[in-house]
């Protein structure tokens, strides 16, 4: 008997050896897994990689991550709740296999959930609330507590009152402010501290008018939010109000104090359908799930056992199969790359079963829908569809988070499309490249915005004449002359037009730049001086302009010399060049490095008129033409939306600017594509009244085109007047904010 229990005891270690053996040989043996890393996480990826189990892939953003998972790129990563609802409605082959936990939230499944206290004696529901003194948390507190979150239980109240106030007479016209009114005039003396909008001129403004809001707030005078404000909403409740938003893990917090057990039986939670339950039975409102571990569907059940094995210490629910991982597979470097920062966030849920992104999180809360609010929204052009799908992206982020009006993605065919759908109203804003500054004046549109780059991503555009060329001394010896431009109507153009307008060089008379070019040089190529796209006046010489342009026989062989493409061998900055090398007397480019071209074969004209004595193109910038931004933000001149699309992309900035712990980064790459929407070289958004000086030196290039045409012939054109007046009144109001 003895003799048979030992052989039986060294068999079952024999068993463990084995299956220990057989998880070690699949570890090595399988295909690596790959993970979504960021390149903070390079020197945690070098020492994963050397154990062969898994490789990062680096990705510049959580939706990136999402979109790289979707597609098979990579198996497994962790993302945000905020980053998984933009991706839900969108996605189908994520799915969720874990939770990150941590010990603060102890009485509930979600990191939190807003729940809503009345006193026990209300009724009526959500109709029987107006007038009731409202407490509210206040808001712009992190990415867990949204303002969608925070604002789900007025907007379905004043919804539920039809009293959304559409109709509202509010001093800026915006949404946003028609639903502060709306709040203010449904619900009576209350505390719900702002930050409304967050930014402080403007919410102090809000505050004076709509003070009532504010009125039960301990410091009503600011209308700030207190140290702990889910607890400031039930105190403002206990001591008279009748309606508060808090969280559910706070109203444990709270009723359980001592000094608060006595009057538990006072309130209840108002619940969507408009019962109340007693404080055991809560009912949520929002709930924000947790930090999640996402995966390929293809792969999540063998990625589900292995996380369970690599952290078996870290899981709270494991399987009792799972043999945990040797410890020399170095999970301590795999640890901080797949683990939110925080580190309290230490635990690890398992998901049951394998749901989607949509399955998953419509358990917790309603993911918004992106449309529009009292028939308000902002349509933004765009020219592809990658960069429509990005909008698409955009506009459900935007709508996640409560952002108003929302976004309408409209796409066109290219940029002069949109800017002829603004002028028409089909859509309402567009960022755009600076080369068609000209082109949008012409149709009526103007800049609400700047997007800001670094000093790199500047224009700064030169005149170029060949090395061996000696007759041209001074602007005045380009009369005349063969002419290579990128564009017409470009930034390089207009530049010129106007460097030599202010020295004389071209005539005061006459405000058709178009005229005034043609009759200054002789044959040349301006690719574009054909197309009506340009906005071109019937008095150029197209035939003169366009003389020198050659066709692409690459490209196609039916193309015409002229065009504004990659058809046209002189068509863009390197185009210009290699027309002036073979048949043009000089040209005006961007300054830049042209590995293509020998810099010993150029040397540049200052504008000033002096020639740099030594060849090439990297020049003072007092000698460029101008330095200005590269890109701006364009709308019609005089619209009732002015104001809406200011305070959108006051927000887009605010809430998905630069910055890596964003849910969404705007002004960067989107599935792996580049430029889209704006360029990947944005930093921010600035206003047109900055003090920048590339963008003073932008705003003074098409002022000097402005009031060139709100006078002709020396008489005051009274509409190209009044055009020029009202803008910067409009935009004065619109970015007070900034």
């Given at each position: 008997?003895?003799?048979?229990?030992?052989?039986?005891?060294?068999?079952?270690?024999?068993?463990?050896?084995?299956?220990?053996?057989?998880?070690?040989?699949?570890?090595?043996?399988?295909?690596?897994?790959?993970?979504?890393?960021?390149?903070?996480?390079?020197?945690?990826?070098?020492?994963?990689?050397?154990?062969?189990?898994?490789?990062?892939?680096?990705?510049?953003?959580?939706?990136?991550?999402?979109?790289?998972?979707?597609?098979?790129?990579?198996?497994?990563?962790?993302?945000?709740?905020?980053?998984?609802?933009?991706?839900?409605?969108?996605?189908?082959?994520?799915?969720?296999?874990?939770?990150?936990?941590?010990?603060?939230?102890?009485?509930?499944?979600?990191?939190?959930?807003?729940?809503?206290?009345?006193?026990?004696?209300?009724?009526?529901?959500?109709?029987?609330?107006?007038?009731?003194?409202?407490?509210?948390?206040?808001?712009?507190?992190?990415?867990?507590?949204?303002?969608?979150?925070?604002?789900?239980?007025?907007?379905?109240?004043?919804?539920?009152?039809?009293?959304?106030?559409?109709?509202?007479?509010?001093?800026?016209?915006?949404?946003?402010?028609?639903?502060?009114?709306?709040?203010?005039?449904?619900?009576?003396?209350?505390?719900?501290?702002?930050?409304?909008?967050?930014?402080?001129?403007?919410?102090?403004?809000?505050?004076?008018?709509?003070?009532?809001?504010?009125?039960?707030?301990?410091?009503?005078?600011?209308?700030?939010?207190?140290?702990?404000?889910?607890?400031?909403?039930?105190?403002?409740?206990?001591?008279?109000?009748?309606?508060?938003?808090?969280?559910?893990?706070?109203?444990?917090?709270?009723?359980?104090?001592?000094?608060?057990?006595?009057?538990?039986?006072?309130?209840?939670?108002?619940?969507?359908?408009?019962?109340?339950?007693?404080?055991?039975?809560?009912?949520?409102?929002?709930?924000?799930?947790?930090?999640?571990?996402?995966?390929?569907?293809?792969?999540?059940?063998?990625?589900?056992?292995?996380?369970?094995?690599?952290?078996?210490?870290?899981?709270?629910?494991?399987?009792?199969?799972?043999?945990?991982?040797?410890?020399?597979?170095?999970?301590?470097?795999?640890?901080?790359?797949?683990?939110?920062?925080?580190?309290?966030?230490?635990?690890?849920?398992?998901?049951?079963?394998?749901?989607?992104?949509?399955?998953?999180?419509?358990?917790?809360?309603?993911?918004?829908?992106?449309?529009?609010?009292?028939?308000?929204?902002?349509?933004?052009?765009?020219?592809?569809?990658?960069?429509?799908?990005?909008?698409?992206?955009?506009?459900?982020?935007?709508?996640?988070?409560?952002?108003?009006?929302?976004?309408?993605?409209?796409?066109?065919?290219?940029?002069?499309?949109?800017?002829?759908?603004?002028?028409?109203?089909?859509?309402?804003?567009?960022?755009?490249?600076?080369?068609?500054?000209?082109?949008?004046?012409?149709?009526?549109?103007?800049?609400?915005?700047?997007?800001?780059?670094?000093?790199?991503?500047?224009?700064?555009?030169?005149?170029?004449?060949?090395?061996?060329?000696?007759?041209?001394?001074?602007?005045?010896?380009?009369?005349?002359?063969?002419?290579?431009?990128?564009?017409?109507?470009?930034?390089?153009?207009?530049?010129?037009?106007?460097?030599?307008?202010?020295?004389?060089?071209?005539?005061?008379?006459?405000?058709?730049?178009?005229?005034?070019?043609?009759?200054?040089?002789?044959?040349?190529?301006?690719?574009?001086?054909?197309?009506?796209?340009?906005?071109?006046?019937?008095?150029?010489?197209?035939?003169?302009?366009?003389?020198?342009?050659?066709?692409?026989?690459?490209?196609?062989?039916?193309?015409?010399?002229?065009?504004?493409?990659?058809?046209?061998?002189?068509?863009?900055?390197?185009?210009?060049?290699?027309?002036?090398?073979?048949?043009?007397?000089?040209?005006?480019?961007?300054?830049?490095?042209?590995?293509?071209?020998?810099?010993?074969?150029?040397?540049?004209?200052?504008?000033?008129?002096?020639?740099?004595?030594?060849?090439?193109?990297?020049?003072?910038?007092?000698?460029?033409?101008?330095?200005?931004?590269?890109?701006?933000?364009?709308?019609?001149?005089?619209?009732?939306?002015?104001?809406?699309?200011?305070?959108?992309?006051?927000?887009?900035?605010?809430?998905?600017?630069?910055?890596?712990?964003?849910?969404?980064?705007?002004?960067?790459?989107?599935?792996?594509?580049?430029?889209?929407?704006f360029k990947d070289s944005t930093q921010g958004l600035s206003s047109i009244q900055s003090d920048s000086e590339h963008i003073k030196n932008f705003v003074q290039l098409f002022t000097d085109v402005e009031k060139c045409a709100a006078t002709i012939d020396?008489?005051?054109?009274?509409?190209?007047?009044?055009?020029?007046?009202?803008?910067?009144?409009?935009?004065?109001?619109?970015?007070?904010?900034?």
């Amino acid at each position: 008997m003895r003799y048979t229990n030992s052989k039986r005891g060294k068999m079952g270690v024999c068993r463990v050896l084995v299956l220990l053996l057989a998880l070690i040989c699949e570890i090595y043996t399988q295909e690596p897994y790959t993970i979504c890393a960021s390149l903070k996480d390079k020197a945690d990826c070098d020492q994963v990689e050397r154990k062969e189990f898994v490789r990062c892939k680096f990705n510049l953003h959580q939706v990136d991550c999402l979109l790289n998972i979707e597609q098979d790129k990579i198996d497994f990563g962790r993302v945000t709740p905020e980053a998984a609802l933009i991706g839900a409605k969108f996605l189908k082959n994520v799915v969720v296999l874990g939770e990150f936990r941590n010990n603060a939230v102890k009485n509930d499944s979600a990191e939190l959930s807003v729940v809503v206290l009345v006193r026990k004696t209300h009724t009526g529901g959500l109709r029987n609330l107006r007038g009731k003194k409202y407490c509210h948390p206040g808001f712009k507190f992190n990415q867990i507590a949204t303002d969608f979150i925070l604002k789900e239980f007025e907007n379905t109240v004043l919804k539920e009152n039809n009293a959304e106030g559409c109709q509202n007479n509010v001093i800026t016209e915006t949404l946003f402010e028609k639903e502060i009114k709306a709040v203010s005039d449904f619900f009576g003396p209350s505390c719900r501290p702002g930050p409304w909008i967050g930014f402080e001129k403007y919410d102090n403004d809000f505050y004076k008018n709509y003070s009532k809001l504010c009125e039960l707030c301990n410091n009503n005078d600011k209308c700030r939010p207190g140290n702990e404000p889910f607890t400031d909403s039930i105190n403002c409740l206990v001591n008279g109000g009748d309606v508060a938003v808090t969280t559910l893990d706070t109203v444990y917090q709270y009723f359980n104090n001592t000094d608060n057990k006595n009057r538990i039986d006072e309130f209840g939670y108002l619940c969507k359908s408009g019962d109340i339950n007693g404080l055991e039975d809560p009912c949520m409102w929002g709930q924000q799930p947790w930090n999640l571990i996402i995966a390929n569907r293809k792969k999540e059940s063998s990625i589900k056992k292995d996380i369970q094995s690599w952290f078996a210490s870290n899981i709270i629910n494991k399987d009792s199969n799972i043999v945990p991982a040797p410890s020399d597979m170095n999970i301590d470097y795999l640890q901080p790359i797949l683990f939110p920062e925080e580190k309290d966030y230490n635990q690890i849920q398992i998901v049951e079963g394998t749901p989607s992104l949509l399955e998953y999180l419509e358990k917790y809360r309603v993911i918004p829908p992106t449309n529009e609010k009292c028939d308000e929204k902002i349509r933004w052009c765009t020219v592809s569809n990658a960069e429509q799908e990005k909008c698409e992206w955009l506009a459900q982020a935007s709508a996640n988070l409560a952002i108003q009006p929302t976004i309408k993605c409209i796409q066109s065919h290219n940029t002069f499309a949109c800017l002829e759908d603004i002028k028409t109203d089909k859509v309402d804003v567009v960022s755009s490249d600076a080369h068609f500054g000209y082109i949008a004046r012409k149709k009526d549109l103007a800049p609400l915005a700047f997007p800001d780059t670094a000093g790199k991503d500047r224009i700064k555009p030169i005149i170029v004449i060949r090395s061996t060329e000696n007759d041209i001394t001074s602007l005045k010896n380009l009369e005349g002359k063969k002419a290579c431009v990128p564009e017409y109507g470009g930034i390089e153009w207009l530049s010129f037009i106007n460097t030599a307008r202010a020295q004389d060089v071209l005539s005061h008379s006459s405000c058709d730049y178009g005229q005034l070019i043609s009759n200054f040089v002789t044959d040349s190529c301006m690719p574009g001086a054909h197309d009506k796209e340009h906005e071109i006046s019937g008095s150029i010489n197209q035939d003169k302009l366009c003389k020198l342009c050659q066709p692409d026989p690459q490209e196609s062989k039916t193309g015409v010399n002229c065009n504004s493409n990659s058809g046209n061998r002189f068509y863009g900055n390197s185009g210009a060049l290699k027309c002036l090398k073979e048949v043009g007397d000089y040209a005006v480019v961007t300054q830049e490095a042209y590995p293509d071209f020998n810099s010993n074969d150029f040397k540049v004209l200052c504008k000033n008129g002096s020639v740099v004595s030594a060849a090439g193109f990297n020049v003072d910038e007092n000698c460029a033409l101008t330095k200005i931004i590269d890109s701006e933000v364009l709308a019609k001149k005089v619209s009732p939306k002015l104001a809406n699309i200011a305070i959108v992309l006051l927000n887009l900035e605010a809430h998905f600017g630069s910055d890596r712990h964003k849910s969404f980064e705007v002004f960067n790459a989107f599935n792996n594509t580049l430029d889209l929407l704006f360029k990947d070289s944005t930093q921010g958004l600035s206003s047109i009244q900055s003090d920048s000086e590339h963008i003073k030196n932008f705003v003074q290039l098409f002022t000097d085109v402005e009031k060139c045409a709100a006078t002709i012939d020396g008489k005051s054109n009274s509409a190209a007047t009044l055009r020029i007046t009202i803008l910067p009144f409009a935009i004065c109001l619109l970015f007070i904010f900034y």
